[in-house]
């Protein structure tokens, strides 16, 4: 009998390294990644001035970063399915350290976003390749627990990079920012080096060595072209030529994406993926959970400064509850899951989701700061109590050989969940400014625009619960 390639896989991690220092590695890699997608949102006015760009122009410095991370997550994931992943993660990490200094050294807003599209380049390896390095390590009674710490320190990233960006892009200029971010990139390389096994590729992949890259560049069509048309549709209008063109590209790319994995032998994704009940339904919840997440993250902010009259930095505090609560919970979280499994977790959380964005949008809205804490924090709670259930619900529904691509799209649907919510909610947003009453029945302040738009990541979280449904019952 052939040895089990988890059993192998962990004997390799007890000679090379121990479980402590790999977790270590990419609980630093994701927290990195985190940071650096929106750690240059507050500091966006000083990169303007500084480098004579518009405010339209220079949005695409956290566009084009967005747009990478869409592309590249499902590419690496089906690359890992080819190439030996240790080689396969340094090598994204060295990219992210180029594209860090590509823009420390940027002499023009033309430099940096092309320096911020390399990093988004390098940077879209390491969720997912975190992901499948755990699911081929750890055991089946650990992944949730070592899941929950990887979620814990994306949600922190996430609400901590504005944070960490306003006051040190503040101090000691934007540039400073890409110096931590090369320096810590460079340290992860290091520890990666050290403490990650050799994960040899999938055994059917070892056997064709066919990489579909056609249907690779098919569905980086699809996402990129939908997440830029979102994007130009948020500022020039839906109905604009860049908008609908974008959103007429990814449609064409997506149909010449279902023709390619159903015409070749070996498409980039087995089309069986998408007939596994489990798993797509674990991805629809991660997509439509992220949609409401990050709006929350994106527009409270907004919400304190236009109508509270708070400062920037009192209004990245706020989002500092609901980062507390997912890196505190997410650990305790996926253990809990590891033992009582994972749809019980989803449901209460997705429900969680649900009340505080509807919360947000009946009673905080113009209401006390203090009542918009409480909804973040409620959205902070429920994210811990979905993501790390949702990535060890998406991989337990998956063979071994389909983990790559699985978790690849997996991640990528996060991205573009966070993407697309961001892009509609603030369009939704700007189309209410004159309204005169809100959707929302409840509501009765003077903040009609955020409440509907709250109201409207409420609505997304109702798609994430019933999709929520379909998970596998927990034994």
Request: aromatic share 8%; net charge positive.
């Amino acid at each position: 009998m052939k040895p089990n390639m988890k059993s192998v896989t962990s004997k390799r991690l007890q000679k090379q390294g121990s479980s402590t220092l790999l977790l270590a590695v990419f609980a630093l890699s994701v927290l990195v990644a985190a940071i650096t997608v929106d750690m240059v949102n507050p500091v966006l006015p000083l990169i303007s001035d500084q480098l004579e760009a518009s405010e339209a122009h220079v949005s695409w410095v956290v566009s084009g970063i967005a747009l990478m991370l869409a592309i590249g997550v499902p590419l690496y994931g089906r690359m890992s399915d080819f190439f030996e992943l240790k080689k396969l993660f340094s090598f994204a990490v060295s990219i992210l350290s180029l594209g860090s200094l590509i823009c420390a050294f940027a002499p023009n807003l033309l430099v940096l976003v092309l320096g911020r599209m390399v990093q988004g380049a390098g940077m879209s390896a390491i969720p997912v390749l975190s992901v499948i390095a755990i699911s081929k390590v750890f055991a089946p009674g650990k992944q949730g627990g070592a899941l929950g710490i990887i979620a814990g320190c994306i949600g922190v990233g996430t609400a901590g990079g504005p944070i960490l960006g306003g006051k040190i892009g503040q101090l000691i200029g934007w540039q400073s920012l890409f110096w931590i971010t090369f320096l810590l990139s460079l340290l992860i390389v290091i520890g990666a080096l050290c403490a990650l096994p050799k994960i040899e590729p999938a055994l059917e992949a070892r056997q064709h060595r066919k990489f579909d890259l056609l249907g690779g560049g098919l569905l980086g069509l699809t996402a990129g072209l939908l997440l830029f048309g979102v994007t130009q549709g948020e500022t020039a209008g839906f109905f604009s030529f860049p908008a609908l063109g974008s959103m007429t590209g990814s449609l064409l790319a997506l149909i010449g994406f279902v023709w390619r994995i159903v015409t070749v032998e070996h498409p980039f994704v087995p089309p069986l993926l998408f007939k596994n009940r489990f798993y797509v339904s674990s991805v629809m919840v991660a997509v439509f959970s992220m949609f409401a997440y990050f709006s929350v993250l994106v527009f409270v902010p907004l919400l304190v400064v236009e109508v509270h009259g708070l400062f920037p930095g009192q209004a990245g505090m706020l989002l500092l509850p609901g980062g507390a609560a997912v890196a505190i919970l997410s650990p305790f979280i996926g253990r809990i899951s590891d033992r009582l499994g994972t749809k019980r977790l989803i449901m209460v959380g997705v429900t969680v989701m649900g009340i505080s964005t509807l919360f947000l949008s009946t009673y905080a809205s113009g209401a006390s700061p203090v009542l918009v804490g409480l909804g973040v924090l409620g959205a902070g709670i429920a994210f811990a109590l979905t993501t790390s259930p949702a990535n060890n619900a998406a991989v337990s529904a998956l063979t071994q050989e389909q983990v790559g691509v699985g978790m690849g799209i997996f991640q990528g649907g996060l991205y573009l969940g966070a993407g697309v919510g961001a892009g509609m909610i603030g369009a939704l947003l700007t189309a209410r400014r004159e309204a005169a009453n809100a959707w929302n029945p409840l509501y009765g302040l003077d903040a009609i625009p955020y409440s509907d738009a709250f109201l409207a990541a409420a609505a997304s979280v109702c798609i994430a619960w019933i999709a929520a449904l379909g998970l596998r019952n927990d034994s």
